[in-house]
Every structure is written in structure tokens, then in C-alpha cells.
């Protein structure tokens, strides 16, 4: 005997999903009697895994599932309050001060003379036995 059952579509993520607020969802009565039975398809699990508990537990949260939206205000009174408006678009977000740049220069700068020192006076002093 085969049994029919509503079997879902899968989903497309290139299509949006609707969202419905409580009061938008029409009456269950309204929908009972649409026929959108198909034949019910094989799992691939035995018989007595199909009808273990948490399975069909599983199953029946996820007939009944709801994505709870928040409710969205259009009118806060104390947003004017909170941001007021004055903001201004930087021109670069990364600010480099230049004097900075002039003293790490000038670090670089005397390592470098520091190590050609070292070793002219290292190949110049070094005896070689």
C-alpha cells in the first residue's frame, strides 16, 4: 500500500523566501483542501529505524517549523537623539603621519650604517690565524 505524504521542493538560494508576520498567515481551514499529495519516496533506512522516536520527533518539528522576524520600528523616538546626523566620509580611513615615517627612515638609515661600519672595521681588524 502506498501511503501519500507532502513532500517539499527543495530549496533555491538564487530565490528569495517570503516572510509572513502572524496576522499575514491566512487560516489553516483555507488550506486544508488543497491536494499537493505526492507518493511517499523511499528513505533508505529499515522499517524499524524509520519509526524510532527521535526520528519522528525530527520529522514533526520539522512540519511545524516557524522562523520567528522580529518586530521593526519605522518611528524611534530616540533615534534623532542617539545619531545626529553630523557624520562626514573620511578621505582615507588609514592615516599616516609622515613624521613617522621620517623617524623609522632615519632608524633604517643608521642600522644600515651602523652594520657597513661593523664590517669594514670587522674585515680590517680580524686576524686571520
Not at 1 to 22: N, T
Not at 78 to 104: A, D, S
Request: net charge positive.
Amino acid at each position: 500500500v502506498s501511503k501519500l505524504s507532502f513532500r517539499a521542493p527543495a530549496l533555491d538560494a538564487a530565490k528569495p523566501l517570503p516572510i509572513y508576520r502572524g496576522q499575514d498567515m491566512p487560516d489553516l481551514n483555507d488550506c486544508v483542501y488543497v491536494n499537493r499529495a505526492v507518493p511517499r519516496m523511499p528513505t533508505g533506512m529499515e522499517k524499524k529505524e524509520e519509526s524510532e522516536h527521535h526520528l519522528q520527533r525530527a520529522i514533526s518539528a520539522q512540519q511545524v517549523m516557524v522562523i520567528p522576524v522580529p518586530e521593526a520600528e519605522s518611528k524611534v523616538n530616540y533615534y534623532n537623539r542617539l545619531y545626529k546626523g553630523e557624520f562626514k566620509q573620511p578621505k582615507q580611513f588609514i592615516r599616516v603621519h609622515y613624521i613617522w615615517v621620517l623617524e623609522l627612515l632615519v632608524i633604517f638609515m643608521l642600522f644600515i650604517l651602523f652594520f657597513y661600519l661593523f664590517q669594514t672595521y670587522y674585515n680590517k681588524h680580524v686576524l686571520i690565524l
